[in-house]
Every structure is written in structure tokens, then in C-alpha cells.
């Protein structure tokens, strides 16, 4: 089947509110850019100038539509609302739930921006965005420093390594609960081992 004609099925399938949706951000997108090719991929419409730029799937709740490339679109008007997961992705996404509206102009906007990026060749290794500094705590830190191996071990510890760590301690509710990570995380770190590599204790 034809990619334009398994999308047609693809939102002709879905509900009243989402075929609305999906037919107009298609319409949006062909509006910005003449030269859009149209393709199907992971179970769903995928738009593409001089290579992937724009995804769009119906959920049970919302309609999603993902930039490849977001991370580097200028979101002026706030239409992508990341979560913590997504802070160390490119793709940023833009939901619509029923009874929402589309914010045409902005919408527009991104798809103008995420043509522009493709068409200047930027790569998707390329887009990553610059990962948030992770703060240390100053009582994990100062510890983590009193162990030449400790403090080996940690600064060899990817950012994810580090983060599982950092979260837990600082997670905890009391001042007696957090002394008690600190001890248990001193003696893993020491070990050289991660934080989900054992059991997760309390």
C-alpha cells in the first residue's frame, strides 16, 4: 500500500476529535513545506525533507506529534512540554488532548524551523543537547572525597551512574534516612558498583 494511502486509513480509523487533529497538523505541515514526502514508519505518518522531521501517532488520550529534532527548536510558545526522560533525548513532542485546540501559528512555526535544520544538514548526533550539571550534594561529595577510591570510582561513573545515586539521597524524607544512604551508597561507590546494580535498599 501506497504510504499516503496507509496514513488516509491510519486517521480515518481513529476517533471523531483525533481525525480532526491528525488531518489538520497534516495540512499545517504541507501548507509550511511543498516538498514534504510523506512515508509510514513504526506503525505511523512520518514526514520527511532531506531526511526524518516529523512523527504523528494517535494514543488513547491524546494525539502526539514528535520533532526529530526538537531539542534545537526555538519553542517560543511553549507547545512541547518535556519530561525528565527527555532531557537527554533530541525529540520533543506536542500533544493534543480532546478538547484542545491547535496553536496553528506556533505549530507552523516549529515545522518552518525543523525544515530549516534538515535542509542546513544538521545530524542528529549533532543535536544533542548539552546535559543539565548534575549538583552533587555538598555532605555526598565531601564524603565521596575522604576515599582516594571512592572518589575514583565516582568520577569514572557515567552521569546516569551518578544521577541514581544523587536522586536516592536526596529523595529521602529525614535527616537520619539520608545519613544512612550516604553510608550504604559510600560502600557501593567503593565497590564500584552503580546504584540499580543491587538490591535497592531503604
Not at 514526514?47 to 506529534?65: P, W
Not at 512541547?80 to 532531557?87: L, N, T, V, W
Not at 548534575?134 to 557515567?158: A, M, Q, R, Y
Amino acid at each position: 500500500m501506497h504510504p499516503q494511502e496507509q496514513i488516509n486509513t491510519y486517521i480515518a480509523e481513529q476517533p471523531e476529535w483525533q481525525r480532526r487533529h491528525m488531518v489538520r497538523l497534516r495540512q499545517l505541515i504541507h501548507a509550511v513545506d511543498g516538498d514534504v514526502q510523506e512515508t509510514w514508519r513504526s506503525n505511523g505518518p512520518q514526514f520527511e525533507h532531506d531526511g526524518t522531521m516529523i512523527g504523528m501517532h494517535a494514543f488513547k488520550t491524546c494525539v502526539s506529534v514528535w520533532f526529530h529534532k526538537g531539542a534545537l527548536l526555538k519553542d517560543v510558545h511553549g507547545l512541547f512540554k518535556p519530561s525528565e526522560k527527555d532531557e537527554d533525548r533530541v525529540i520533543r513532542k506536542y500533544k493534543l488532548e480532546e478538547g484542545g485546540t491547535i496553536n496553528e501559528k506556533a505549530f507552523s512555526d516549529l515545522v518552518k524551523q525543523a525544515v530549516k535544520l534538515n535542509e542546513t544538514g544538521v545530524k542528529l548526533g549533532d543535536a544533542k543537547p548539552a546535559r543539565k550539571t548534575l549538583e552533587v550534594p555538598t555532605d555526598l561529595e565531601g564524603c565521596l572525597k575522604k576515599d582516594e577510591t571512592t572518589w575514583s570510582h565516582w568520577e569514572n561513573f557515567s552521569y546516569s551512574h551518578k544521577k541514581e545515586y544523587v536522586e536516592w539521597i536526596t529523595d529521602a524524607k529525614k535527616d537520619e534516612t539520608r545519613k544512612r544512604r550516604i553510608a550504604q551508597a559510600l560502600e557501593m561507590i567503593r565497590e564500584g558498583v552503580g546504584k540499580e546494580e543491587k538490591h535497592r535498599v531503604s
